[in-house]
């Protein structure tokens, strides 16, 4: 009965949504020349590949973030186990574009079907995968029910609760329970995630097995970013606010617009969480009268300027790299979920987040034990960065702690392969 109404609603709230996802993948950078794969459309080329695969892993990921552990995660199995077809796919443009340059070679990478039934089965009797993985928090009903249905072993790893939606969760637990208890096993980040998804279906099969993100991989080599073109060869520091979302340019543009007359040696670089947002932060730096280059801009850049607004994907590690203090959106200015902390931390920059950030507690909570990280109100943020800039010592220490917490936690992955290769 409840896949029954499920299907039953789905084909009219996919009508609802569909002005939105037409605008998003107008908007959104990252590969689109195969997006009809969502609708169980692909080309005879893709076809025949995945056809020719033998009882593949099918990995899922959402985006960007997902589809980087994913990565990861897929090229640590093959280490052990090369001889392991993978398929993985993605939801999102910028995801895919990501999966298409990072994945291992024999990996295919495609668009995860809309969760249709009979876009669903299509895939499914194309690939024929022995285990599906489904990265965080892809919960699909369709998608969960039709490859429990044909025989393969549904995984989810990296498995995490937010306090939103365990209120949801258990609020729908009716509606929920019948599909979540065809996972053959969910992987969760943490004791609190294990305990509410048992919480939701006390049928469900939880291992305890870390956070992954712990164990990322920072690439050896960077792009070269030319960022002398933008602000000269003059000695600088970098003050970058990566994955930011609306309000929280403004906020810390403002305070950039304060520490630059303190600190003359000061730079900004903004990179908004999604780059379609790149001619709104345009519009708050323009406003403020503060002087920017914008990097999807293709003009050459007029004498040197201090902001850089990166409305770019791809370039987020490479922009961590030339940074001093990093600041991580989705944590201030009324966000609170907040973004991946880890990744400036394995780099070992000094990073500075909000108060709270409920996607990423347990995180937070490792590293504000070890002072590892700062985590500042609203009106804290300016005296934080401040006192950084003024102490360049402590400012070193910080990211060196960082990334010595980071380290000591890794493992995440290496347990998670162990526990889906049994059900090969």
């Known amino acids: 009965m409840t896949m029954f109404l499920y299907n039953l609603i789905l084909p009219f709230a996919f009508l609802f949504f569909l002005p939105g996802l037409i605008i998003k993948l ?6 689109k020349d195969t997006y009809l794969e969502r609708f169980g459309i692909f080309s005879d080329e893709v076809k025949g590949r995945l056809k020719n695969l033998t009882y593949p892993v099918w990995v899922h990921a959402v985006s960007v973030g997902e589809a980087q552990i994913a990565v990861s995660f897929i090229k640590q199995w093959k280490e052990s186990n090369p001889e392991i077809n ?3 796919s993605t939801t999102t443009t910028t995801g895919q574009t990501l999966g298409r340059q990072n994945s291992p070679e024999g990996v295919t990478v495609i668009f995860c079907p809309i969760d249709f039934s009979w876009a669903v089965k ?6 024929q995968p022995k285990v599906l993985v489904l990265f965080e928090t892809e919960i699909w009903p369709n998608l969960i029910y039709e490859s429990s249905k044909f025989g393969t072993k549904v995984v989810q790893v990296n498995a995490r609760i937010s306090d939103n939606s365990f209120k949801g969760y258990k609020r729908f ?3 929920i329970n019948p599909f979540l208890s065809k996972l053959t096993v969910s992987c969760a980040q ?6 509410r998804l048992k919480g ?4 469900l099969h939880v291992e305890l097995t870390g956070n992954m993100k712990f164990d990322q991989k920072i690439p050896e080599n960077f792009l070269d970013l030319k960022l002398d073109e933008t602000f000269g060869d003059s000695k600088r520091r970098i003050l970058l606010a990566a994955s930011t979302h609306p309000n929280e340019e403004k906020l810390v543009s403002e305070i950039f617009k304060k520490l630059e007359l303190e600190f003359s040696d000061l730079r900004l670089v903004l990179i908004p969480r ?3 947002r790149g001619d709104d932060v345009a519009s708050i730096l323009k406003e403020l009268k503060i002087p920017f280059h914008q990097r999807t801009n293709n003009k050459k850049v007029k004498g040197q300027i201090k902001c850089l607004l990166a409305d770019t994907t791809g370039e987020m590690v490479s922009f961590i790299n030339n940074a001093e203090i990093v600041i991580v959106g989705k944590s201030f200015t009324g966000n609170d979920e907040g973004q991946n902390i880890i990744e400036p931390a394995l780099m070992g920059k000094a990073v500075i987040v909000g108060s709270q950030l409920r996607n990423f507690r347990q995180v937070l909570d490792i590293m504000l034990k070890k002072n590892a990280i700062l985590s500042v109100s609203d009106d804290e943020l300016e005296n934080a960065i401040r006192e950084l800039l003024e102490d360049p010592e402590r400012c070193k220490k910080l990211g060196a702690t960082a990334k010595v917490t980071v380290t000591e936690h890794i493992g995440a992955t290496q347990r998670t392969i162990d526990i889906v290769k049994k059900f090969l």
């Open 190 to 195: 943490t004791q609190l995630d294990a305990e």
């Open 200 to 203: 939701i279906c006390q049928s």
């Open 173 to 175: 637990r009716y509606f």
């Open 26 to 31: 107008i908007k959104r950078d990252g590969h």
């Open 122 to 127: 299509k895939v499914l009797k194309m690939l």
């Open 274 to 276: 999604h780059a379609e």
């Open 86 to 88: 993978f398929v993985l």
